[in-house]
Nanobody, 124 residues
Framework: QVQLVESGGGLVQTGGSLRLSCAASTRTFGSYTVGWFRQAPGKEREFVTAISRTGATTSYGDSVKGRFTISRDNAKNTVYLQMNRLKPEDTAVYYC?????????????????WGQGTQVTVSS
């Protein structure tokens, strides 16, 4: 069983930045692909980004390309999501998810473990 804990959410103005963290409980974190998803009120969960086990491969949703960057530190069992040039439409609860697999996974239903989420609010 893998526990994931997100942190770093908060309130920021349009154009600002936030860095989210996803800390995992497992010592074998390097075996897991990790993804970030977000869900705004009344909307479906949306793929944001994902990173492969070693960090060599990443994937981004179209709405965040060029603004968000995913990275990981397997020694710290943590994945980071750097969010720059934030927009009001980025407002959502952000979730990290993990799956023991190769490559990147962009479909939420394929992930096995989920965090509790962290709220990001971007004011206009």
């Amino acid at each position: 069983q893998v526990q994931l804990v997100e942190s770093g959410g908060g309130l920021v103005q349009t154009g600002g930045s936030l860095r989210l963290s996803c800390a995992a409980s497992t010592r074998t974190f390097g075996s897991y692909t990790v993804g970030w998803f977000r869900q705004a009120p009344g909307k479906e969960r949306e793929f944001v980004t994902a990173i492969s086990r070693t960090g060599a491969t990443t994937s981004y949703g179209d709405s965040v390309k060029g603004r968000f960057t995913i990275s990981r530190d397997n020694a710290k069992n943590t994945v980071y999501l750097q969010m720059n040039r934030l927009k009001p439409e980025d407002t959502a609860v952000y979730y990290c998810a993990a799956k023991a697999t190769i490559g990147v996974v962009t479909t939420s239903s394929r992930y096995d473990y989920w965090g509790q989420g962290t709220q990001v609010t971007v004011s206009s």
